[in-house]
Each structure stands twice: as C-alpha cells, then as structure tokens.
C-alpha cells in the first residue's frame, strides 16, 4: 500500500514543539508508519513501540550512510565524512571495530571511577548560581555540566571550551536562529569546518605531546596498534564530544521542566531521594532529549505495518512516541516517579544502544539530584508555553533557554 506523505506544514508546527504527544498518539493510532516530509529530508516515520524495538534490530535498515547509494548526501550533506564517517553511521562489521575500540572507556566500573570529579563539578557550577537567585539553568549548568565531564575524559583543554561549545551550539540550535535557511545552512557548515580543524589539530597535539585521556588512547589505537584510520580519529572524537554533552544537556533542561510543572511528583522525588534512579528512568521516557533516533536506510522494499517502505527511503524510528505507546505503558501520558520498571528504549536498541548510558546515568542522578536539594524553592521563571524550543523538525528535542528563579 502506498500511504499518502504527512506534510511539514501538517506535522512540524510550533504546537508540535511545544507539545508533540497529542500528534505522536494520532500517529500510533491512525498512521503508525507513515511516509512524512521535512525541511531536513523525507523519512517513514515508525511510531509504535513494538515495531520501534522490531526496526532498531532489522538487519534491512542500514545505518551505513557512507556506503553504496551515498545516502549521507541528502542526511548531512557534502563534505561531512569529516565528522560524520564515525560508529553511528556504519553498520557491523565497521560498527564493531569502530565501538570496541572505545567501549572500555565507558564501562561501568571506569565510569562510576569518575563520580567524585562529576560531582565537583556539579558543585562547582552550583556555587556559582545558587547567590543569584535565578539563572537560565540551559546556559549556566545543564549544557556546561556533560560539557566539561565529557572534556575532562577526552582531554580538550579548558581554555578551548568556550569556542567548542559556540561550536557545537551552533549545530544543536540550527533552525532556531535568526536567520534564513541559506544563512542557517552557512552557519552549520562554518562551525563543522571549525571544529573539524580545531580537533584534527587537537589530535596533532596529542600525537605530539602524549596524554594520558580519551583522545590519547585513540591515537595509540591509530598509531600503535592501526585500528583506526586518521579520518576515523577525529569521527570518533566529534561523535563523543557531541554525543557526550547534547543529550544530555536537553535530557537535564526536560526533565527539569518535568519536574516543575509536576508539582507532585517533584514533592514525591525530594521526599524520598531513592527513588531518583528509577525517577531518571520515567523522565527518559516521558520526555527524552532524542525523539527520533538517527536515520537508518531501507537496503530492500519492507513491509511494516501493511505499508511499503520502499528501498532507498530514510526510516526515522520515533522513540519519544514509541515511550508513550499504550501498548506497553499504562496510563502514559502520566509522569509517575514511581512507575514500576517498564524497559523504555530512550537509550536506544540493538548495536547503536547508547555507549554512554552509564555516564549518562550518572551526570543525571548527580546533577539533578544536587540541583534539587541546593535549590530548593526552585520554579519556572516564565510560564511554560512561554519558553523557546529547539524547532519542532529538530532532531533534538530540548530548550533554547531554561530561565529559573529559586
Ligand atoms: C547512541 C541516547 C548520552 C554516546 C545513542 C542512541 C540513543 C542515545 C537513543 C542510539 C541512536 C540510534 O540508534 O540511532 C542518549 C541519551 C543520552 C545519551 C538519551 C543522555 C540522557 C550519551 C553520552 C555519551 C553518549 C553521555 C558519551 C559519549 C553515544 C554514542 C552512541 C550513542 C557514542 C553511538 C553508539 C553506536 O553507534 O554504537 N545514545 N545518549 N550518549 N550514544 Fe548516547
């Protein structure tokens, strides 16, 4: 059956950002796959949790973007093998090699290792707002705190932070400036160039002056045991150093905004801090910072749902709508910090799982939790349908700004 597309104009509006879960269930029940346009590219849309798991796992849904077919043309555009070419975009067995090469370094025991510098860094970010009385929380703690846990590991200096977080923002809010799409598209382009010399040059340096971090063990792998190509040394890097913070930072502005306008469920979690692991879990699921997971190609036509995915298409796999299936959570539109534990695939599935769900984990349990018990008092500074949002189209879902008073 060939299913008419859903327009951007239908799909992608500023209700959309604000709230999409009222369109995500209309998608479950009425479309649950179902071809939708863009202004980033067309894609099928798989939208039931089921089907969601099914699709991670299916070997005929390639994440090999640079192969056969050059799908990253119209993903990333020309020119991007330079960040881009790294483990999420490559199927086994590049995908193995590419992510055993790293694993180690975020293996549970090496990760709880770094709990004591995380929460120095928590505090240290705090001591900073707490005399303030209010703070946009996106700006001063939720993107700095994954920023400089993840520069700490992969070893970029501390006076280089400022100009890789311009960078990297510049990415992470593309179609939310200012500008127009030409302009927006120039910009992206100019801070990926910057920040593939930039850590090319880092890799130089580290080459030159070796170093006992992240960055250091990668050029031993490149150099000294040749498992990974020069190319592949700073794809690898870009993808940890942007993996590492933006979710992050998007999952602590969410989930803080979760809590706030959950009056209950906040009172419940201050009550009673061990519930704040599981707690974590929910706002994963009820709200997470990655909605779609990334694109993955059609190798074959399949069949999903009775509906023909046609070789060649992008196939998005909407995870945000897949944690709101009725199918597998009860009452899910309700935000419970006490849900008994029910699998949600807010880190992913199959081979691309997170690699950095233990750190993820952490940042958030230490970092929110802190957040919470040295600011008591703490609440939106604007009404919620105020705050401004990445764009509804965005891969990420998370806020421009997070202004609090506390
Ligand atoms: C992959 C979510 C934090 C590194 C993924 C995927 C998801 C995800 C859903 C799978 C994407 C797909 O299949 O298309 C999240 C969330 C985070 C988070 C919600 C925070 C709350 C982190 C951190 C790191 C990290 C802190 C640290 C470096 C990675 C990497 C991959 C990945 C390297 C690719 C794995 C592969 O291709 O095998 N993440 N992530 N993530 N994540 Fe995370």
């Known amino acids: 059956m060939t299913e008419r597309p859903v327009p951007a104009s239908e799909l992608y509006t500023d209700e959309f950002a604000a709230d999409p879960y009222p369109s995500y269930a209309r998608l479950r029940a009425d479309r649950p796959v179902c071809p939708v346009s863009s202004p980033r590219f067309d894609s099928y849309l798989i939208s039931r949790f089921d089907d969601a798991r099914t699709a991670l796992t299916d070997p005929r849904l390639s994440k090999d973007l640079y192969g056969p077919g050059q799908h990253y043309l119209r993903i990333f555009g020309p ?42 860094i928590v505090d240290t970010l705090l001591d900073r707002i707490v005399p303030r009385g209010g703070c946009d929380l996106m700006r001063d703690f939720a993107i700095p705190l994954p920023m400089l846990v993840i520069s700490d590991l992969l070893g970029i200096p501390e006076s280089d932070h400022e100009r890789v977080l311009d960078w990297t923002q510049v990415i992470r809010t593309s179609g939310s400036a200012n500008r127009s799409p030409e302009k927006d598209r120039a910009a992206v382009q100019e801070a990926q160039l910057r920040l593939h010399q930039y850590l090319t040059d880092l890799v130089q340096d580290k080459r030159a002056h070796p170093a006992d971090d992240l960055i250091g063990a990668l050029v031993d792998a490149c150099d000294r045991d040749g498992e990974l190509s020069e190319q592949e040394l700073v794809t690898t890097t870009f993808l940890l150093l942007f993996a590492g913070h933006q979710t992050t930072a998007d999952f602590i502005g969410n989930a803080t905004v979760a809590l706030l306008t959950h009056p209950d469920q906040l009172e419940l979690l201050l009550a009673s801090p061990e519930l704040l692991p599981s707690a974590i879990e929910e706002l994963l699921r009820f709200d997470g910072p990655l909605p779609v997971a990334s694109p993955r190609i059609a190798t ?7 509906v023909c995915i046609p070789r060649g298409s992008v196939v998005g796999v909407a995870i945000n709508s897949a944690n709101r299936d009725p199918e597998h959570f009860a009452d899910p539109d309700r935000l419970d910090v006490r849900r008994e534990r029910a699998p949600h695939i807010g880190f992913g599935y199959g081979v691309h799982y997170c690699l950095g769900v233990s750190l993820a984990r952490m940042e958030a349990q230490i970092g929110l939790g802190t957040l919470l018990r040295r600011l008591p008092g703490l609440r939106l500074g604007v009404p919620v349908a105020e705050l401004r949002r990445l764009p509804a189209a965005s891969p990420f879902r998370g806020l421009l700004e997070l202004p609090v008073r506390f």
Request: proline share 8%.
């Open 79 to 120: 020119n991007s093998e330079g960040l881009n070419k790294n483990m999420l975009n490559s199927d086994p067995p590049e995908h193995t090699r590419l992510r055993r090469i790293v694993s180690q370094a975020f293996a549970p025991r090496r990760i709880e290792a770094l709990r004591p510098r995380v929460a120095e």
């Open 300 to 306: 074959e036509d399949i069949e999903y749902q009775g």
